[in-house]
């Protein structure tokens, strides 16, 4: 398994106990993939037949998730996590995993990403676990659309469980939408109006190359201002007072108070230099960045009795050899080894 650029060709590291880089930012915000199978086929993130999932043996079991969520949040400063997959909600043990971070202390900020699939039986659940809240991927408003997507009929179920959220008091409901020229360039006002009506937050995501066929083509991604452009024929848009910090998306107020709607731009306007994040594999792999081609092992070292200071340690290291930026824009960049899927949103 590749690790982090070896110590000494690095700048010694200051004597900090948080992940600190040498670009002199700070990961407090841990996105932990629980699991790289998905009950969709999303045509931007994998093929038709799925994907080579992982073994359950590489899978980090629930008590060594919590394990390392508390390495993280106790001895290196994460405050905030994020439970991605896959679709994390076809993890069976997914309750227990957030219950189990719900107990530290200090008590961490917890989200989940998911497809919505599972969210009216299991929202309810999820909150009484401990998760504040959700973001639910949804880029049409169309079943027809949704079904070429996805290649599956279940809008109607996406849009149910996203209400069931909002019921079980897993507030804001965030919503991530990806649009795509000439497949769903046309629904930028209807998602921004269907979420207004609902209470819901939409970002829009410009598409990134994680794809596992390296399909991805940049004259097919809708850019940010192209967006802010649709928007702005429809909406008064004016930029959110809160600080951006260190949170992808710029937010704009919608109508003077109507709502409010943020776009990542992870592509033509990168938020590298302020990124906070800090990622774990559903194998226990520790990536510093999305965009990563390294990655530094935990669950071997874990399972052959590894210290919770030998883990910390570990981490610190995989963090301070992060790079400045993802480089999409470089000409020698290349697209991780590792697709969306498995590598966690």
Known sequence: MPSVPRAEALPA???????????GRKATDLRVSVTDRCNLRCSYCMPAEGLDWLPGSDLLTSEELTRLISVAVRDLGVDEIRFTGGEPLLRKDILDVIAGAARLTPRPRMSLTTNGLRLPELAAGLKAAGLDRVNVSLDTLRADRFFTLTRRDRLT??????????????TPVKVNAVLMRGVNDDEAVPLL???????YELRFIEQMPLDPQHGWDRDRMVTASEILDMLRGAFVLTPHPAPRGGAPAERWV???????????????????????????TADGQVRSCLFATTETDLRGPMRDGASDEEIAALWRAAMW?????????????????????AIGG
């Open 254 to 280: 919608v109508d003077g108070g109507r709502g409010s709607v943020g776009v990542i731009a992870s592509v033509t306007q990168p938020f590298c230099s302020d990124c906070d994040r800090t990622r774990l």
């Open 321 to 341: 050899g992060k790079a400045a930026g993802h480089g999409i824009d470089e000409a020698g960049f290349a697209q991780p080894r590792r697709p969306m899927s």
């Open 13 to 23: 590291r200051p004597d900090d106990s948080a992940l600190i880089d040498r670009f």
């Open 157 to 170: 179920k996406v849009l149910d469980g996203m209400a069931a959220a909002a019921e079980a008091g897993l």
């Open 193 to 199: 109006e269907y979420c207004l009506d609902r209470g």
